[in-house]
């Protein structure tokens, strides 16, 4: 950018009279190209103006506390300067280490105004109180309301660490929380899994299906009992959204099992898979509606709508979060690699597998991921699995069976 670039100022003010005045004494006098927003929703959506610098009240309609947090995860907008102006030193409190650089306090004299303009647009501000450089991105655990699985889970996943746990022991353990305990009964009952005699406790389920079943049921159980309360007011239908991700699951399943693929968390993948898209929709519910409305209005796909208007994807939050979670690896990467198979380090069979299920289960038309589009299959996943898009419609009607049986896993855990 050469020097004459005027400097971009994304400004938020709640009080009209403060937003005109502060706009034209930037813009005029400041010699800044300024962007007047009206509301945090306003802010996130403006932000593919590529601001240097925003300026905002915290007061202004919406939660701007929430918008700081994405755009501390933002990867092009991440340095960029993001500071408050009020009169309310409480707000400054409020604010303070979610990701603001500085605070421009009111009343302030045109002249101390473009200093702190400047100060900010120069420098890179210590951390409150330390002195250390800013760390600018928002941990994922310092986000607020980020939903934590049952302890109950951790210790599972331990346990199965050993491939010889004892049965007793592993249901000991799940048995301390009763939800878990009921939701995994009604389960092992169901026509998911199909058995013909009933299933009357957890030891008995854990000695049928196996640990690494049992785990991996406990893991999408406990994802649900985590994410149920969630905020749905931005527009992702839940309801739908689930049935995408077991359609999903039971398709990866499917196609593991034709190919003699032996992969014990395969449903679980498809479960997990678009995870992100639930903490977006309800962790960052006013921002997302507008995801949605530019999926609807320009019939584009749910992740190109998020990345042009959140700047965040699913597939990283989804990453982040599931990290956090301590979940295997392998399922992680299928999480953070399914729309590029590719990419994928560790476990490229499994983000290949979710990746073609993902299509596969869109192409059926089961439930919905938030978007009415069918991705076209990267030539990476079919090369990987060795199938083929004539073995996909050869299976069609058995996947779509499988399906059907497989939503009982929904009606007893979801
Ligand atoms: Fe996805
Ligand atoms: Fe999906």
């Known amino acids: 950018m050469s020097d004459e670039t005027p400097k971009r100022i994304l400004l938020g003010q709640k009080e009209k009279v403060d937003r005109d005045f502060i706009h034209a004494f930037l813009d005029k006098i400041g010699g800044f190209s300024v962007i007047g927003v009206a509301s945090a929703a306003d802010l996130i959506q403006k932000l593919r103006q590529n601001p240097d610098l925003i300026l905002v009240d915290p007061k202004i309609e919406g939660n701007i506390l929430k918008a700081a947090e994405l755009i501390r995860r933002m990867p092009k907008l991440n340095h960029v300067g993001l500071a408050i102006v009020t009169a309310d030193l409480s707000d400054y409190d409020r604010c303070k280490g979610k990701g603001f650089d500085g605070i421009i306090e009111k009343p302030f004299t045109p002249k101390g105004l473009l200093a702190k303009v400047w100060k900010i647009l120069e420098s890179t501000p210590p951390l409150p109180g330390d002195g250390t450089p800013a760390k600018l991105e928002v941990d994922i655990e310092g986000i607020e309301g980020l939903p934590t699985l049952p302890s109950v889970y951790a210790q599972v996943e331990k346990l199965c660490e050993d491939p010889d746990v004892d049965a007793d022991d592993l249901a000991k353990v799940i048995e301390t929380d ?10 092992s009952n169901s026509a998911f899994f199909g058995f013909n005699r009933e299933i009357k406790s957890v030891k008995d389920s854990v000695s049928l299906l196996g640990n690494q079943t049992v785990k991996n049921a406990v893991l999408s159980i406990s994802v649900f009992e985590a994410t149920k309360g969630m905020d749905t007011s931005g527009g992702l239908d839940l309801k739908e959204f689930w049935r995408h991700s077991a ?48 999926v609807a209005e320009k019939q584009i796909s749910i992740i190109e709508a998020e990345e042009s208007v959140l700047g965040v994807i699913h597939t990283k939050l989804g990453q982040e979060l599931a990290e956090s979670w301590g979940i295997p690896a392998r399922l992680i990467e299928a999480i953070a690699s399914h729309h590029r198979p590719g990419r994928s380090e560790r476990d490229p069979e499994l983000a290949s597998l979710v990746h073609i299920a993902d299509a596969v289960s869109r192409n059926l038309a089961v439930g919905s991921g938030g978007d009415a589009l069918v991705p076209a299959i990267h030539p990476f996943a079919f090369n990987q699995l060795a199938v083929t898009a004539e073995d996909l419609v050869e299976w069609e009607q058995e996947m779509v069976e499988g399906i059907e049986k497989d939503m009982a896993f929904l009606a007893a855990t979801a």
């Open 178 to 187: 009763p939800s878990i305990t009921m939701k995994l009964l009604k389960l």
């Open 247 to 294: 359609a999903c699951g039971s398709v990866v399943k499917f196609i593991a099992k034709k190919m003699r693929i032996d992969r014990e968390e395969s449903f679980t993948a498809g479960i997990l898979h678009d995870i992100g898209k639930v903490i977006l929709n309800g962790l960052y519910s006013q921002f997302y509606e507008s995801v949605l409305k530019a």
